[in-house]
């Protein structure tokens, strides 16, 4: 795979104490999906993970709620759609910031895999 191994998640932790966020290293290994945070109490507010999508293949429409997304693309490309049909072309070494409330899908339209980080932080 060879692109990121490693994510670090540094945050502010106090040792022996489990109730607050402690720094985390996640491998970025050659499954399809992989949770790096999910929220509270390993993050603050903050939920990511990591996401392989094969040619063709899409995650599915779904909104971002009370949210708000950030996707960091590290290999292919790909389109995000919007539900008004608008589409966002998306590529490696890019990143892509979705407001909160919007119906959105991602699709892997490129010839090859496409491998993406997304970061998703509660805005209220």
Known sequence: ???????????C????????PRLKVVALDSQDYKEILSGPPESVRMKSGYVVLHPNQSVGKHSTGQ???LLVVLEGHGQMVLTEGKTVDVKANSALYCPPETEHDVMNTGDSVMRYVYVVADTR
Do not use: C, I, R, W
């Not at 795979?1 to 945050?11: A, D, I, K, N, Y």
């Not at 932790?13 to 607050?20: E, F, H, L, Q, W």
């Open 1 to 11: 795979m060879g692109m990121v191994s490693f994510l670090f998640m540094p945050t």
């Open 13 to 20: 932790a106090y040792a022996g104490d489990t109730s607050k």
């Open 67 to 69: 949210h708000e997304e």
